[in-house]
């Protein structure tokens, strides 16, 4: 081999460096969080995309092949999806995550795509792999399209409460601040969207944690938009920890 091509695949390995270490599952953050049956690990993959893992199960929340690379990844035991938009709902990452055994939970929307999956809606409880899960809605009542239809409407898409142990996960999926909330009750940890144009205003995100009131509350799927007043917002919030994570 001449000294020129050695060179040359020297520097295009020198190239390809950071971009090998952007694909690779450890650059995502994670937090344990102690339950009354074992660590839940969370892994924050971006956007609305989550990973738990808890007594040896993966769960996926919304995998996007678009912040994640699916096939690096252990094979799903669960995978939940809040509803139909390309951002949460990727045949790409069930073809990815989908083991011999692997469930995938759909919205009735969603089914019509992947007929597989097991249908859940709002309001709906079951038990899956030993875990309860709990659909709730999750929809709009300001935000609007040009048409003036609301960009998720009532009934179509599913929040998720996830019980590990004696801890309570709630994921909203795209919604507002909805009368629904008020409804919730012991929720430990709680996924609240942060976005414009389609899912909370920072305002409306501080006023469900207020009703909500979490142990811990993340704010997710927020983009752009500017979530440093949701710490002044909700300061004499004593009960609930904020913690921010890369979820762009």
């Not at 938009?85 to 990727?90: G, N, Q, V």
């Not at 759909?106 to 309860?132: F, H, P, Q, S, W």
């Not at 996960?169 to 609240?192: H, R």
């Amino acid at each position: 081999m001449s000294r020129i091509l050695k060179f040359l695949i020297l520097q295009a390995c020198i190239f390809l460096l950071p971009f090998t270490a952007a694909a690779s599952p450890g650059r995502f953050e994670t937090d344990s969080i102690r339950t009354s049956d074992g660590l839940l690990q969370i892994t924050f993959l971006g956007h609305a995309s989550l990973k738990m893992d808890f007594r040896g199960r993966h769960i996926y929340i919304d995998p996007c092949t678009a912040v994640a690379d699916f096939s690096e990844m252990p094979k799903a035991d669960i995978i939940l999806f809040t509803h139909e938009h390309s951002d949460h709902f990727d045949l790409k990452a069930i073809e990815e995550l989908s083991g011999e055994n692997t469930l995938v939970v759909v919205t009735e929307i969603c089914a019509a795509k992947y007929a597989e999956g097991m249908v859940m809606k709002n309001e709906d409880v079951k038990i899956v792999l030993g875990l309860r899960i709990e659909g709730v809605p999750a929809y709009n009542i300001v935000h609007k399209r040009a048409s003036g239809f609301p960009y998720h409407l009532k009934g179509m898409g599913n929040g998720y409460i996830i019980t590990f142990g004696d801890t309570r996960v709630y994921i909203a999926g795209d919604t507002e601040k909805i009368p629904e909330m008020n409804e919730l009750s012991d929720i430990d940890i709680a996924f609240l969207p942060v976005a414009l144009p389609d899912a909370m205003t920072v305002e409306m995100a501080a006023d469900a944690v207020k009703v909500i009131k979490p142990k811990i509350f993340y704010p997710y799927r927020y983009g752009d938009t500017d979530i440093s007043e949701l710490r002044e917002l909700l300061k004499g919030q004593s009960e609930t920890e904020i913690r921010v994570r890369n979820m762009k």
